[in-house]
């Protein structure tokens, strides 16, 4: 069976575990400081705060700008539940928005339209790696006073490539609020779990460092040198989610080879781009893969038609998934608002595999399967 | 230097990493059911379900008992602030109790 996803890591990071492990410090310490150093220079971000998971970003970087019972933040439900839990962790409602039928980005039409005077941020979801139009979600800041928290979990890496907008060729992180990443097992970049924030924003930063550590006060700096300290206030409420050094070494040797990595998925893409586009039934998203770190390779095909495709490729050896089921379908979310384009995404889209290891001969195997599929 | 506490670890928990990286299975998988049925065997208890951290643990634990800000949950005051902090987010109230100078422990003796 070809798999959807995997993560390739092995005696680079089998290494950095290893001196870890000799230097005796396992927990939030030197690796952690390296780590967020290293990436703060490759996004050429401002603040980097490295956590345990993406979900764990997100939440902080919610209780961080002071979301609580009563408000309301903007999220397309398309996209994973954790953004969703996030939300409602910190006691505040997520309201469900569309996405963009040909890129399954926010619907930002649809998003505005949703704000009230209870709105207090949005979170749009880089889908698959792909920028949302930041330019617009940052006006909206001034406009109707709101933050952005960016679920860029599926970003890491990716540029911004806006040609009308001064931030073109800037990385996602380096610009825009707030960006929350993730680093689990299936991302473009792995830490084992981990997760990451990265804000312009100096005072929420600090504040975050010790949000992470339980809400002792300046620990992170005790912890960057493998220490702790002895003699400590908790002025407010914390969360456990430092990322610890044994997660931050996996992360650097990852960051290392992130470049080939990239290199790959996007070579892969465009193959399989080039083997699809001409499948008439078979609709593919618009992504210029060149442009971004591809996380995954969605396309849609008819509901009618996808469960039978879905079986047909697992036949052929071929394992397949659905990013995501719309979140106003699960129990918890379920509400009386109207999201007709997210009901019909969630019937089409289908994810194909895409990781550094699959080889050009099982690339090739599963476009054959899917166009056998499709009689092509 | 002699530290007051260090990990005792190295080649045996290096290759039980190394097999899971080949497995290529890094999230919540057959090794942490493994694992659970280790501990339960271990401890001797009914049911283990492991978490990320003793934070969580305590959280998640707390969370299913629907606390809310009218509950307190009493804690004695000599632990590290993660226990208080796991009653916090769950927007219960914590209330200090002693501990014995003898033990340590919120109770005189052990047992």
Not at chain 1, 88 to 94: K, L, N, R, T
Not at chain 1, 114 to 129: D, F, L, N, W
């Amino acid at each position: 069976m070809i798999k959807l996803a995997k993560a390739t890591i092995g005696d680079d990071e089998l290494a950095g575990i290893r001196e870890v492990f000799a230097a005796g410090w396992l927990g939030m310490g030197n690796y952690t400081l390296r780590f967020e150093e290293a990436i703060q220079t490759y996004l050429g971000a401002k603040n980097v705060v490295a956590v345990n998971t993406g979900t764990s970003a997100l939440h902080l970087a919610l209780v961080g700008i002071g979301v609580g019972q009563g408000d309301e933040v903007i999220v397309p439900s398309l996209t994973y539940v954790a953004s969703f839990q996030a939300i409602s962790m910190c006691g505040a409602q997520p309201v469900a928005c569309e996405s963009d039928p040909e890129t399954l980005l926010i619907d930002l039409d649809d998003a505005e339209a949703r704000i009230t005077e209870r709105t207090k941020a949005v979170m749009p979801v880089h889908y698959c790696g792909q920028p949302c139009d930041m330019d617009r979600l940052l006006s909206w800041k001034d406009r109707y006073g709101l933050r952005i928290v960016e679920d860029a979990a599926h970003a890491f890496g990716s540029d911004y490539f806006d040609d009308s907008s001064s931030h073109r060729g800037k990385k996602i992180g380096a610009f825009g609020d707030i960006a929350c990443f993730s680093f689990d097992p299936m991302k473009v970049l792995t830490c084992g779990d981990g997760g990451a924030i990265a804000t312009g924003d100096d005072v929420l930063a600090s504040k975050l460092r010790n949000m992470r550590l339980l809400g002792v006060d300046r620990e992170s700096e005790a912890r960057y040198r493998n220490e702790r300290k002895w003699f400590y206030d908790v002025p407010e409420q914390g969360y456990r989610c430092h990322l610890n050094n044994i997660s931050a070494a996996i992360g650097l040797s990852q960051l290392k080879r992130l470049g080939q990595f990239i290199a790959r998925r996007r070579e892969i893409c465009l193959c399989y781009d080039d083997a699809f586009s001409s499948i008439p039934t078979l609709t593919l998203l618009k992504v210029n893969y060149l442009q971004i770190a591809p996380f995954m390779y969605v396309v849609r095909v008819a509901a009618e038609t996808r469960e039978a495709f879905m079986s047909h490729l697992k036949a052929g050896g071929v394992e397949t998934g659905i990013h995501y089921l719309p979140n106003h379908w699960h129990s918890l979310y379920r509400s009386d608002g109207q999201l007709p384009i997210a009901d019909r995404l969630g019937n089409e889209i289908v994810t194909l595999p895409l990781h550094c290891s699959l080889a050009d001969s099982e690339v090739e195997h599963v476009i054959s399967v899917v166009r056998s599929f499709f009689s092509v | 230097m002699i530290p007051v506490q260090r990990p005792y670890l190295g080649q045996e928990e290096l290759a039980a990493v190394g097999a899971a990286f080949d497995s290529r299975w890094l999230g919540l998988g057959s090794v942490v059911r493994d694992f659970e049925q280790e501990l339960a065997r271990f401890i001797g208890a009914k049911n283990v379900i492991a978490v990320n951290t003793g934070t969580s643990a305590l959280h998640l634990a707390l969370d299913v008992l629907d606390l809310g800000p009218e509950d307190e949950v009493i804690v004695p005051s000599l632990t590290f602030v993660a226990t208080i902090q796991a009653i916090i987010a769950c927007r219960a109230k914590p209330v200090f109790c002693e501990v014995s100078p003898e033990t340590l422990n919120m109770f005189g003796g052990t047992r």
